[in-house]
């Protein structure tokens, strides 16, 4: 048994040093000393090079691109932490890789989002700590606990201070997906809320088929949403080139 909160390490690999590094420095902890590395042949080795036994250990990876190195490099130093005898193994991980593939669209679909946390677990995981997931339901794919932080309050802070008179702003989301973060964020900002109707044809490309909301009842269907009255904010946590937010913001500003 650990007191948790003492004896905290704090590691990363090398998905995103520099924002491990910013975490240490608000936490007034040193980034701890281990080495990420691969072999000729591409597999990942890696070594940590001080103590963590009875250690409340935290491992700050984002599974981002590119994802299947970036999480077998988690996968790995959450291993080695485990061996060491850490007395507790957080996975820290900004953005959760595989997210997207949660559920079966069509039949003889993976759910890769699961055989994700599975992986985690397996690894030796006691605790995950993300934010903004694709689905807050993903939780329940772990049996370990989950936080699943949430971007809004940064957000509606920033939006407020940059914007003070936002009587004709929109908030527009560009999925049915993403209303509920929308309909929160639209809510704290007392904004109107608009949805993008969207049909996707094959992965990475979709068409805007209509614009569904307060866009169309208080401007029409482009009106002076187009120019200069109201700015939509496309919130998404989408990571597929901007391609669905360029689309959305196409149909809502047209010419842009």
């Avoid at 957000?155 to 509920?180: I, L, Q, T």
């Avoid at 992965?203 to 569904?212: D, F, L, Y």
Wanted: proline share 4%.
């Amino acid at each position: 048994m650990i007191s948790h909160g003492k004896n905290v390490k704090v590691f990363c690999a090398n998905a995103n040093r520099p924002f491990a590094e910013g975490v240490c420095r608000k936490l007034w902890l040193p980034l701890g000393d281990c080495t990420v590395t691969t072999f000729a042949d591409g597999e990942v080795s890696v070594t940590i090079n001080e103590t963590v036994r009875g250690s409340d250990v935290f491992l700050v990876q984002s599974t981002c691109k590119p994802v299947n190195n970036n999480l077998m490099e988690l996968l790995i130093m959450i291993d080695a932490c485990k061996r060491a005898s850490a007395g507790r193994i957080t996975a820290v991980i900004p953005y959760f890789g595989y997210a997207r593939q949660d559920r079966k669209a069509k039949g003889r679909d993976p759910i890769s989002a699961k055989l994700v946390a599975n992986m985690i677990e397996a690894a030796g995981a006691d605790r995950v700590l993300t934010m903004d997931l694709h689905a807050s339901q993903i939780q329940g794919f772990f049996d370990i606990p989950v936080d699943n932080l949430l971007g809004n309050p940064i957000f509606v802070k920033y939006y407020m201070d940059k914007f003070p008179d936002h009587e004709d702003m929109v908030v527009v989301s560009p999925d049915v997906g993403s209303v509920a973060r929308s309909r929160t964020f639209a809510n704290k900002m007392g904004m109107g809320l608009a949805i993008v109707d969207k049909r996707r044809e094959k992965a990475n490309q979709c068409e805007v088929m209509n614009i569904i909301g307060d866009a169309v009842r208080r401007y029409g269907r482009y009106g002076r949403l187009s120019v200069q009255r109201s700015q939509g904010d496309l919130r998404d946590r989408r990571r597929d080139r901007g391609l669905r937010l360029r689309n959305a913001r196409r149909s809502v500003r047209p010419g842009q």
